[in-house]
């Protein structure tokens, strides 16, 4: 069976907000300390996230914390 590309999708910043949790100050702050994925610029005064960024970038937290309570135990 041949593997279909996945099509991409951006969020908007709310769309952000809501999946992650974090605030806007949070996120961009995060984005300037390179720990969070940076925005694209859609027009003069959008930007948009890759889904698939913002995805791997709530796993690679939950992988995180799965890591933190294997070395505790």
């Known amino acids: 069976m041949l593997d279909t590309p996945q099509k991409e999708r951006f969020l908007r910043l709310t769309d952000v907000k809501e999946r992650t949790g974090l605030s806007r100050s949070a996120i961009y702050l995060n984005i300037s300390r390179g720990i969070f994925p940076k925005n694209i610029n859609l ?11 913002i995805d791997a970038w709530i796993q690679a937290r939950i992988d995180q914390r799965s890591i933190t309570h294997q070395s505790v135990e």
């Open 43 to 53: 027009g003069a005064r959008t930007v948009g996230w890759l889904e698939s960024e």
